[in-house]
């Protein structure tokens, strides 16, 4: 019988606020793969919204866990990170990525660091440094148009995204990963409208999924369609079924969210969404 397909997502951990790992476990499981986990930081909450949150920085855990696992022979199906708590932690993660991938391993990378034109608190340039470094190993990508910007140098560009601009995102992204699929979320081709832009370099196959838009932030929504699209796309599904599988995810998440007018800093209602999507990653994989 084959093992179960696994993936390691390497996130922080923010102990309130639903982003990170608090979303990638349990979408990972309801996708039907089991996850394995390293933090790279424990917070208090996430940094968007809240003021005065801890922080511990876990970089000297990381490579003893992946040492610990490696002495056990943990198999791994992808290697699925996201927040960093520092830019150094791109090296261990690459350390990380030669100590446990195999040839079959998938390297997803969703280089949190920014949205709507400027960096996420006590970033800069030097984390687009390393996160560019890490996107040269990825498979997939999952930045969202802010981060696309910074890491190709283009220009960021609020919405509306044309399709030569999402294009142009794509194409320079594909300069660092030449065979990635590449996600990128936030693409908003008319005002009324945003979705996910991708590109699977290897076979030149793109598609648009869009959904309307639902006035003010969403905290969190990044992560679960990452974690969505990742479980999708290493279980082995096509680019587009992937794409409106995980968009739909979000927007239901998003539709409770604002039905039960959660305070938005709390991140997306995930949860009640998650039966309707387990029944329609059944309905792929039949």
Not at 52 to 70: Q, V
Not at 229 to 245: H, I, N, P, Q, Y
Request: net charge negative; charged share 20%; glycine share 8%.
């Amino acid at each position: 019988m084959k093992d179960t397909i696994r993936i390691a997502a390497i996130h922080d951990l923010s102990g309130f606020g639903k982003c990170s790992l608090t979303v990638a476990l349990p979408i990972l499981s309801a996708s039907g793969v089991e996850c394995a986990c390293i933090p790279t930081a424990l917070l208090s909450t996430h940094t968007g919204g809240f003021t005065g949150y801890t922080f511990k920085d876990l970089s000297d855990e990381m490579l003893p866990i992946a040492r610990h696992w490696k002495k056990e022979g943990v198999r791994l199906d992808g290697i699925y990170s996201g927040y960093l708590a520092n830019p150094a932690q791109a090296e261990t993660l690459s350390e990380i990525i030669d100590l446990l991938a195999t040839a079959e391993t998938k390297i997803i990378v969703d280089p949190v660091m920014a949205d709507n034109g400027k960096y996420y608190a006590n970033f800069g340039d030097d984390m687009a440094q390393a996160f560019k470094q890490l996107c040269r190993r990825a498979q997939i990508l999952t930045p969202n148009v802010t981060e696309a910007s910074f890491l190709t140098g283009l220009p960021y560009r609020a919405a509306p995204h044309d399709e030569a601009y999402l294009r142009s995102l794509t194409d320079a992204l594909g300069e660092l990963a030449p065979d990635a699929i590449i996600a990128v979320t936030g693409a908003a081709p008319e005002k009324n409208s945003v979705g996910v832009y991708a590109v699977d370099r290897r076979t030149g196959e793109t598609c648009l999924c869009v959904r309307p838009v639902r006035e003010g932030s969403f905290h969190g929504t990044g992560d679960v369609f990452a974690s969505a699209f990742a479980s999708l796309m290493v279980r082995g599904a096509g680019l587009k079924d992937s794409c409106e599988t995980a968009i739909s995810l979000v927007c239901d998440s998003i539709d409770r969210t604002v039905a039960r007018e959660t305070p938005r800093r709390n991140g997306v209602d995930f949860e009640g969404a998650l039966p309707a999507y387990v029944e329609k990653v059944a309905e792929l994989f039949r």
